[in-house]
């Protein structure tokens, strides 16, 4: 006896392939943290204030000179790459291990928003906080009250 798998569905003429399609890992979204090469990119929250535009990045285990932060016209670059080496002899064997970490993630800023030279950055805890201050003539203005005379 062989086992057969059969398409559930009363029209026989329905593509296999579709099952395959709606059951493959396409409409997974929790992956999105991988890049096309299954390396793990960092989280990022970014939040809109009425003063600022915040991003913050997960990166345990990294130091802030680990990083490069670049503002590129409206281009907003934050990139790292890491390397780390060790070797042990013992006994007239040797043990070398390394590994090289790098990512680099980009966000398009709104043009003519953004104050470029008051942008701040600081690393603490495994996580790396921007603080991108607007212009005071691109902030929004509460909404006020017209009389009607």
């Given at each position: 006896?062989?086992?057969i798998?059969?398409?559930?569905?009363?029209?026989?003429?329905?593509?296999?392939?579709?099952?395959?399609?709606?059951?493959?890992?396409l409409?997974?979204?929790?992956?999105?943290?991988?890049?096309?090469?299954?390396?793990?990119?960092?989280?990022?929250?970014?939040?809109?204030?009425h003063?600022?535009?915040?991003?913050?990045?997960?990166?345990?285990?990294?130091?802030?000179?680990?990083?490069?932060?670049?503002?590129?016209?409206?281009?907003?670059?934050?990139?790292?790459?890491?390397?780390?080496?060790?070797?042990?002899?013992?006994?007239?064997?040797?043990?070398?291990?390394?590994?090289?970490?790098?990512?680099?993630?980009?966000?398009?800023?709104?043009?003519?928003?953004?104050?470029?030279?008051?942008?701040?950055?600081?690393?603490?805890?495994?996580?790396?906080?921007?603080?991108?201050?607007?212009?005071?003539?691109?902030?929004?203005?509460?909404?006020?009250?017209?009389?009607?005379?």
């Amino acid at each position: 006896m062989s086992l057969i798998k059969r398409n559930g569905s009363n029209f026989p003429s329905f593509p296999a392939f579709f099952d395959d399609l709606f059951a493959s890992n396409l409409f997974d979204w929790n992956n999105s943290n991988y890049s096309s090469t299954q390396t793990t990119i960092p989280s990022v929250n970014i939040r809109e204030t009425h003063d600022n535009f915040e991003v913050e990045m997960a990166a345990p285990g990294m130091s802030k000179d680990d990083f490069k932060v670049e503002l590129d016209g409206n281009t907003l670059t934050i990139s790292s790459s890491k390397k780390h080496e060790q070797e042990d002899k013992q006994d007239g064997y040797s043990r070398r291990e390394f590994s090289y970490q790098s990512f680099q993630r980009s966000f398009t800023l709104p043009k003519d928003v953004v104050d470029e030279d008051k942008i701040g950055a600081q690393y603490e805890n495994g996580l790396l906080r921007l603080t991108i201050p607007k212009k005071e003539e691109a902030k929004k203005k509460a909404p006020r009250l017209i009389e009607i005379s």
